[in-house]
Nanobody, 114 residues
């Protein structure tokens, strides 16, 4: 069973930056597209960014130019660099395959104050 462990969240002021990491156990990581997702209070989980196993990236409009997804297949880790954070980015952030089919991890909380 592949496990996903997200880290790097925290409390930052608007305009600040955070770098999230997601470590995946198991050998499937390098063969799969991966994605970052988020769930704000009272809202459904939504996709934020994705990256193929060859490094092609895709972003939803509301993070384009601010967030950067990357991966290190040797470390089975996917990253999300988040710059120019806004209060509306406050959410629990998760990683998973893209599309998601693994058991969700605990996520990492990101809180952005105005």
């Amino acid at each position: 069973q592949v496990q996903l462990v997200e880290s790097g969240g925290g409390l930052v002021q608007a305009g600040g930056s955070l770098r999230l990491s997601c470590a995946a156990s198991g050998s499937i990581f390098s063969r799969n597209a991966m994605g970052w997702y988020r769930q704000a209070p009272g809202k459904q989980r939504e996709s934020v960014a994705s990256i193929t196993n060859h490094g092609l990236t895709n972003y939803v409009d509301f993070v384009k130019g601010r967030f950067t997804i990357s991966r290190d297949n040797a470390k089975n880790t996917v990253y999300l660099q988040m710059n120019s954070l806004k209060p509306e980015d406050t959410a629990v952030y998760y990683c998973n395959t893209n599309p998601p089919y693994l058991l969700w991890g605990q996520g990492t909380q990101v809180a952005v104050s105005s």
